[in-house]
């Protein structure tokens, strides 16, 4: 991590009121290395092979606490797994019903327009999470 990155990280950690720490600071690179939606398993392997000491409740909590900051966002539950979402700009998820991929979509892919940020009864929108469930391309080929 450049000196850059890691005063980034740090002002990013004040903003949300974290903590700044080694293995927090391991974590977030770790995550924002990784393309797609990990798996917090596959968070841990990686972050392990840097801190072979760190273990997977210290990796899980630490996910947590970048989720309920704001940092990072919990993809969608249908996938049967805590996922981390890595893509920072406004999308949503592919989800196969099947192997349980997510691919992220544009929402103009979607026919989508730009979301209200208040709607009826006073629910303010902090973002839009759209998932479409059904089969991917290798799943449809696959005899069921």
Known sequence: MTVVEANEFRSLCDR?????????????????????????????????????AISL??????????????IFHEVSLHHGSLRVETNSRPHHHLVCTACKSITDIAAEDLGISAPARKLRGGFLVQRYAVDVLGLCPACQKSPS
């Open 16 to 52: 949300a009121g974290i903590p700044v720490t080694h293995q927090r600071q391991v974590i977030y690179q770790v995550l924002r290395t990784m393309h797609g939606h990990p798996s917090l398993e596959d968070v841990y392997e990686r972050v392990k092979a840097r801190i072979p």
């Open 57 to 70: 409740a210290t990796v899980y909590k630490n996910i947590h606490v970048f989720i309920a900051s704001g």
